[in-house]
Each structure stands twice: as structure tokens, then as C-alpha cells.
């Protein structure tokens, strides 16, 4: 983290930028380097690392100056304050957690929002969360091991055969992406009509602490496309999933789709 932004030591959030960038970063040099994305995809890193990393900058000389007052009195006030503070268990906890970090948001970059500005409430450009899901051979695992090291569909109680049209599994086959139907795991052994019919390249799994439902809950969308670095590239209502599978493309610049949605854009 500090060979790209010196970071105050007062949050110790040095080697924690540092994976954030080095996480954000290694897909798209992946990418450019097998040819699928040309390297305007690069310019992106600056754009979404760089507030992030000014905020937590930000924060940490903060908490430098509220932990090394040079003033005895200063001190004094500050010990009372955090004295009294740590008899309220919800702010105990607010302190303890670190709840007041900063959390990556990328208004910008290789994200497809469908506003802008973005609507504050957007799960775009944010983490997704690391549920535990369950595969219906019973094996309990995290959800970014089965999504695995690239991009992931993720696709919300709707059987994935009646959401997605042939141009836009042609999208998701070309960005590489593993899709995956979550359903409430009482749902799991239930098989829509023609579910077996597919290529067997779909995964369907059980959403089994409920933490899927909650996040769906909370966002009121059908499909989330999941890059590499697990931060949200787009979401949308399941009716709306080719026009989210182009938005992602052409935010991506990911080939053969992204460099075509790009040109129809620019002949229009």
C-alpha cells in the first residue's frame, strides 16, 4: 500500500489498501495481457482506488492526532471522553468494529451504474458480501469458491434457463463468467422444467444463513454481475438482464462484446 500511497500508521490500513490495489489491479492486467480488454481498462485503477485510499488516509491522520495529542490536558479530555464512551455498548461496539471505516464505493471506472450520478443506495461498485451457500450434494462452502477467481452471474431464485436469452450467455461465456442460480436452501432439491436440458454449466446452490435473501432484500434486483475482485460491476431486475450484460461489457471494455457494444454506441 505505501509504494502507491503513503499510508500514516495510526489505522494500519497500509497492507490492507495495498491487497485492495493489488486486487483491483491484477484482473485488469489479466485481462489486457490475454488480449480480452485493451488497456484503457488500466485507467480505471486510479479512478476507483484513488478516493478510497485518500479517504483512509484521510482517517488515519486523524486518529493519529486523536491518539498522540501533544498537550497533557488534550490528553486528559480525550481519556474522559472514551472513558464515558466505552460504558455504551453501541458506541463500544461502532470503536471496536471500525465501523466508521470508510467502505470502497466506485462511482466511476469499470462498473456499469444506470444513473449518473449513482444513486446513493446502489450495490454497484461496492463488495458483495461472503455468504456460506450449500451445493446440493450437501457440501457447505463459500460463495466465492464457487463462483471461483473470475467473473460471476449471480442470479437470485429464478430458474437461470428463463432469465438469460442466447446473446447474453453469448455475453457471459465471453467475459468468462461461472453463473449461478442461489435459492433458499428448502428450494434446492427442486428442479425447473428443463433445468437438465442445459449444457450443465449452470451451479445451483442453497443460500444457507439467509444472508443471500437478506442482501437481495436490501437491493431490490434479480441478477449481479461479481468481478474478480468481488466488487459489484452491475445489478438489474431479472427483466432487464441482457440490457445489464451489455452495460457491464461495454463498461469493461471486455472483448468480443465490449469492443461491439462500444462501436454500435459510437455508429448511433
Known amino acids: 500500500g505505501d509504494a502507491a500511497h503513503l499510508m500514516p500508521v495510526w489505522q494500519g490500513q497500509g497492507y490492507n489498501s495495498g491487497i485492495r490495489d493489488a486486487a483491483n489491479l491484477a484482473w485488469k492486467l489479466a485481462a489486457v495481457l490475454r488480449g480480452q480488454s485493451d488497456a ?5 485503477y486510479d479512478a476507483e482506488r484513488r478516493p478510497h485510499a485518500a479517504a483512509m488516509v484521510k482517517l488515519s491522520a486523524f486518529v ?15 481519556d474522559g471522553l472514551f472513558h464515558a464512551l466505552n460504558a455504551v455498548p453501541a458506541v463500544k461496539r461502532y470503536v471496536t468494529e471500525m465501523r466508521f471505516k470508510p467502505m470502497p ?4 471506472g469499470a462498473v456499469a451504474h444506470d444513473r449518473t450520478p449513482p444513486h446513493k443506495d446502489s450495490p454497484v461498485g461496492r463488495m458483495f458480501p461472503q ?18 477467481p473470475w467473473f460471476g452471474v449471480l442470479v437470485w431464485c429464478n430458474p437461470v434457463e428463463r432469465v438469460f436469452n442466447r446473446r447474453t450467455r453469448e455475453i457471459w461465456r465471453a467475459l468468462g463468467a461461472r453463473v449461478v442460480e442461489v435459492r433458499p ?8 422444467p428443463g433445468e437438465d436440458a442445459g449444457d450443465g454449466s449452470d ?16 437491493n431490490p434486483v434479480g441478477v449481479v454481475v461479481i468481478r474478480p475482485d468481488r466488487i ?12 445489464l450484460a451489455e452495460a457491464v461489457a ?19
Open 40 to 44: 484503457t481498462l488500466l485507467d480505471s
Open 64 to 78: 493519529g492526532r486523536v491518539i498522540s495529542p501533544t498537550r497533557t490536558s488534550v490528553a486528559a479530555l480525550r
Open 105 to 108: 464505493r466506485y462511482a466511476t
Open 131 to 148: 455468504p456460506r451457500v450449500v451445493t446440493r450434494e450437501g457440501d457447505v462452502r463459500r460463495l466465492d469458491d464457487v463462483l471461483g
Open 185 to 192: 436452501t428448502p428450494q434446492l432439491a427442486w428442479r425447473a
Open 203 to 218: 451451479i445451483v446452490v442453497g443460500d444457507l444463513d439467509g444472508d443471500v435473501k437478506r442482501w437481495f432484500d436490501a
Open 232 to 243: 459489484v460491476a452491475g445489478a438489474a431486475l431479472a427483466q432487464r438482464s441482457g440490457q
Open 250 to 268: 461495454r463498461a469493461t471494455g471486455l472483448a468480443p462484446f465490449g469492443a461491439e457494444v462500444n462501436s454500435e454506441v459510437t455508429a448511433k
